[in-house]
């Protein structure tokens, strides 16, 4: 079974740009998720999509970033404009359902640098 | 609140049991984790433990989980050099949106 996929693996913008990122979940996982990790922190989550509905994006700061999942399947993250602050690792994960978040699992993450 | 905390650094010889602790606020936390983070890789669910359940053992691994203190404690035992990661301890809460709160991770290093 293949695992979840995650591109690009790296990226490197200037502070201002946008920039995009690509995941595509466990075949048959209905919850994805997009963490934010912080060198030195643990994952924060940023959004949780159960289908392709949004079930949390408290932790989203909504005037740059955004995320979509139209037809329930892959999702991409946006950023625009990026801030110094955002460089991070961005994960994305899947389970099941919501309900069985203990069967949760994650990508390689794409490493973003903004300088 | 929502919080979860662990030790920054562990060392541990190689062969000898490694025990990582973590604790957490909030008391109506339905499941426990521990996840293992390998340089450049994603978050690997380890084992998880229901928060009416004391104890769970699986190989190599032990958990222990205290309510009463929020203390949750990852035992390894005979630690190899693929032990070395960073570990993070999270917590799940008993609600609609089940978001999961990591902590900050302990780094796990191995002497020779």
Same mark, same amino acid.
């Given at each position: 079974?293949?695992?979840?996929?995650?591109? $690009?693996?790296?990226? &490197?913008?200037?502070?201002?740009?946008s920039v995009?990122?690509?995941? #595509? $979940?466990?075949?048959?996982?209905?919850?994805?998720?997009?963490?934010?990790? &912080?060198?030195?922190?643990?994952?924060?989550?940023? &959004?949780?999509?159960? #289908? #392709?509905?949004?079930?949390? !994006?408290?932790?989203?700061?909504? !005037?740059r970033f955004?995320?979509?999942?139209?037809?329930?399947?892959?999702?991409?993250l946006k950023i625009q404009p990026a801030?110094?602050?955002d460089?991070?690792?961005?994960?994305?994960?899947?389970?099941?359902?919501?309900?069985?978040?203990?069967?949760?699992?994650?990508?390689?993450?794409?490493?973003?640098?903004?300088? | =609140?929502? %919080? *979860?905390?662990?030790?920054?650094?562990?060392?541990?010889?190689?062969? %000898?049991?490694? *025990?990582?602790?973590?604790?957490?606020? @909030?008391?109506?936390?339905?499941?426990?984790?521990?996840?293992?983070?390998?340089? =450049?890789? =994603?978050?690997?669910?380890? +084992?998880?433990?229901?928060?009416?359940? @004391?104890?769970?053992?699986?190989?190599?691994? +032990? *958990?222990?989980?205290?309510?009463?203190?929020?203390?949750?404690?990852?035992?390894?035992? @005979?630690?190899? +050099?693929? %032990?070395?990661?960073?570990?993070?301890?999270?917590?799940?809460? @008993?609600?609609?949106?089940?978001?999961?709160?990591?902590?900050? =991770? +302990?780094?796990?290093?191995?002497?020779?």
């Amino acid at each position: 079974e293949a695992g979840v996929a995650q591109s $690009p693996r790296y990226k &490197i913008i200037e502070k201002r740009q946008s920039v995009a990122f690509w995941c #595509n $979940p466990i075949s048959g996982h209905a919850t994805l998720y997009w963490y934010q990790q &912080i060198l030195g922190q643990g994952p924060k989550l940023l &959004i949780q999509f159960q #289908n #392709n509905g949004v079930v949390d !994006d408290s932790q989203l700061p909504k !005037d740059r970033f955004s995320a979509e999942r139209l037809k329930g399947v892959d999702s991409t993250l946006k950023i625009q404009p990026a801030k110094l602050e955002d460089s991070a690792v961005y994960l994305c994960a899947s389970s099941p359902s919501s309900d069985r978040s203990y069967e949760q699992y994650f990508g390689p993450g794409t490493r973003l640098t903004v300088t | =609140g929502e %919080d *979860v905390e662990q030790s920054l650094f562990l060392s541990v010889r190689e062969g %000898d049991s490694s *025990v990582i602790n973590c604790t957490y606020t @909030d008391s109506s936390s339905t499941y426990l984790y521990w996840y293992k983070q390998e340089p =450049g890789a =994603g978050l690997q669910l380890l +084992t998880y433990i229901f928060s009416n359940m @004391d104890m769970k053992q699986d190989q190599r691994l +032990t *958990v222990l989980l205290n309510k009463k203190d929020k203390h949750l404690s990852l035992r390894i035992a @005979d630690t190899q +050099t693929g %032990d070395s990661a960073i570990y993070f301890c999270a917590e799940k809460f @008993d609600s609609s949106a089940s978001k999961i709160i990591f902590g900050s =991770g +302990t780094r796990l290093s191995i002497r020779p």
